[in-house]
């Protein structure tokens, strides 16, 4: 599996100016991971519970701190699951963490 695609995870952090006022600001770590698609048993499971995952997003879970949006090619997702694929026996490997995303629209769910 060749990590050939950045992804931007996004955390949002929430400070408060002098007036009072709460302030949002995010930070981007940049990442490479790999692109994959949602599963079919996947899809039909999520949708039954109101879910629309759209990208999983294969990354190695060193990098990956719980960071609830990411951005991939212009676009932002929401990291609907995570899942921990069994470990892999390949010499030098890192443990990969699968992000599960959904689109995000106008600053809510798509």
């Known amino acids: 599996m060749t990590f050939d695609h950045e992804l931007t995870l996004i ?7 002098s007036m009072g006022d709460t302030i949002q600001e995010e930070t981007e770590t940049f990442i490479l991971c790999d692109v994959k698609s949602v599963t079919r048993s996947e899809h039909y499971s999520a949708a039954a519970h ?7 997003f294969e990354v190695n879970k060193f990098e990956y701190a719980g960071q609830d949006e990411v951005e991939f090619e212009g676009r932002r ?5 995570t899942f921990a694929p069994s470990k892999s026996k390949g010499v ?6 699968e992000l599960v995303c959904q689109g995000v629209v106008n600053n809510g769910s798509s």
Request: hydrophobic fraction near 25%.
């Open 50 to 56: 109101g879910l629309r995952p759209e990208l999983v």
């Open 92 to 97: 030098g490997e890192f443990e990969k963490l």
């Open 11 to 17: 955390s949002k952090s929430y400070t408060t100016n």
């Open 77 to 81: 997702y929401n990291v609907t699951r």
